[in-house]
């Protein structure tokens, strides 16, 4: 039986992780319906004037901690067409959240496995274009994503195709983040390596490996190694110590941009935005 809130439509949860909710609240609506509200919140726990209804239930100050570095970065990325909006950190006395406008249909990875018929070439070569752009501001901006994936990219239009990235409560400055570990999915992490994490490249040209996984990803329109619903994770990793790589299609217009970025050929992210364009 979902909360009581919930039945109310005072609060619509919209996704949640082992870490965090995003959700929306009637409070920000004017029909006093949550599913009207402009804007989604995002914090560990999700409170309605002082009632909780649901969430991971992670400790208070954790959640403070991850929210306000999560509004940090989205502070020093500040405004770009690629990068979900970020209006403000909101501070409760149960909670802390950071607030951003409302998404569109929802994340590019569940369009990936939902879709009967893929969209054209043209299109998914233009939202791996999208993606690269964002990718390369985040870098730009002197921040290491974590867990740069199209589960954290959000689809706002499908009849223009327009992308957002979103959810940076992994990330941190270049200088900040470990040399020799990189948080993405397992799916994105390249394949021969005793521990997938583990790596001795350097953040950034991690980064750019896991940049060309994503590329693939959209241009191929299917998840590397299997939809999550279909492949687990211990399958996964069984097929990375084998060596095995996601299997490419011949008429890739961006198989060769993606075999550079698996192979740590290139020096920075802006280098694949402009290979892409000129393919575009």
């Known amino acids: ?48 004037e002082g009632r909780e209804a649901l969430g991971p239930g992670k400790d208070l100050d954790e959640t403070d901690e991850r929210a306000r570095k999560e509004a940090a970065i989205y502070e020093l990325l500040g405004n770009h067409e690629r990068i979900l909006g970020y209006l403000g950190l909101e501070e409760a006395v149960l909670n802390g959240a ?48 974590g867990d740069l994936s199209t589960r954290n990219a959000v689809l706002f239009d499908t009849d223009k195709w327009r992308i957002k990235l979103c959810d940076f409560a992994d990330s941190d ?25 583990h790596h001795d490249t350097g953040a950034l040209k991690r980064e750019v490996f896991a940049l060309g996984t994503a590329l693939y ?36 217009p961006a198989s060769n941009i993606i075999r550079q970025c698996w192979g740590y050929g290139y020096g920075q992210s802006r280098q694949v935005v402009d290979g892409l364009r000129v393919l575009l």
């Open 1 to 48: 039986m979902p909360p009581k809130l919930i039945v109310e439509g005072k609060i619509q949860i919209l996704d949640q992780t082992v870490n965090s909710g995003v959700y929306a609240v009637a409070t920000d609506s004017k029909t006093g319906w949550a599913k009207d509200s402009p804007s989604v919140l995002k914090g560990g726990s999700v409170w309605y």
């Open 98 to 145: 950071g607030a951003g406008p409302r998404p569109g249909p929802g994340g590019l990875r569940d369009s990936i496995m939902s879709a009967t018929k893929p969209p054209t070439a043209r299109t998914r070569l233009a939202l791996a274009v999208q993606f690269a752009e964002g990718v390369a501001h985040i870098h730009r901006a002197g921040i290491v994503w």
């Open 173 to 197: 400055l270049m200088t900040n983040y470990p040399s020799d570990w990189y948080g993405c999915e397992v799916r994105y992490c390249p394949p021969g390596s005793g521990n997938p994490h």
């Open 217 to 252: 990803e959209i241009t191929e329109w299917k998840v590397p190694y299997g939809p999550q619903t279909e492949v687990a994770e211990d399958q996964v990793l069984a097929a990375l110590a084998s060596c095995e790589w996601p299997a490419m299609s011949s008429d890739n």
